[in-house]
């Protein structure tokens, strides 16, 4: 059996993620980045949508838990893998990136992030 990981990388997106209320009420830029491992063999052999994970699906999910806040970008990562692969419950594995492009502290860095993994 062929397994495959199928990437969506870079999604910007504007959510209320944070901490602090003003984070929460003046949102902030995101970066998610989602890899997941899903089984090949039909697609690779009949080459057919319904037998792989459909990208443009996956982004539409990461979209729709991307406007539900949440404290911390750790509960956004989980949310995300949750939803994910209860849609896609072939999902094999994955790693799940979400990152905040202006964190609310002076600092010369490109982004905060966390990395989930599974």
């Known amino acids: 059996m062929n397994d495959l990981t199928i990437e969506v990388n870079g999604l910007r997106l504007f959510a209320r993620h ?14 998610v980045t989602v890899h997941l491992r899903y089984p090949a063999d039909g697609a690779i052999a009949d080459d057919r949508l319904e037998d792989t994970l459909n990208y443009a699906e996956a982004v539409a999910v990461v979209r729709e838990v991307m406007t539900v806040p949440s404290q911390l970008l750790e509960h956004v990562a989980g949310r995300l893998r949750m ?15 979400v990152a905040k492009l202006v964190p609310p502290f002076a600092a010369d860095i490109d982004s905060v992030a966390v990395v989930l993994r599974w």
């Not at 944070?18 to 970066?31: A, I, P, S």
């Open 83 to 97: 939803a994910l692969t209860r849609r896609f419950p072939l999902i094999a594995g994955g790693m799940i990136r």
């Open 18 to 31: 944070g901490v602090g209320e003003q984070e929460r009420k003046v949102g902030n830029l995101f970066e």
